[in-house]
């Protein structure tokens, strides 16, 4: 598994990640547009079970 580091920039993205520090995370994020709208971008964040 190749290890990504994201910039968070996003306050409501951090703060839905704050429960999963220090664990083995998923992160979708899907965007219907291509201007940064957050309006537009929903996520999804789940555990990842070893």
Same mark, same amino acid.
Do not use: C
């Given at each position: 598994i190749n290890?990504?580091? %994201?910039? +968070?920039? $996003?306050?409501? %993205?951090? =703060?839905?990640l #704050?429960?999963?520090a220090?664990?083995? #995370?998923? %992160? /979708?994020?899907?965007r219907?547009d $291509?201007?940064p709208? $957050?309006q537009? #971008?929903w =996520?999804?964040v789940?555990e +990842? /079970?070893?």
């Open positions: 290890d990504k580091f %994201l910039k +968070l920039e $996003s306050k409501r %993205l951090r =703060y839905a #704050t429960d999963f220090g664990k083995p #995370t998923k %992160l /979708v994020i899907t219907n $291509s201007q709208n $957050s537009n #971008t =996520y999804h789940e +990842l /079970v070893k």
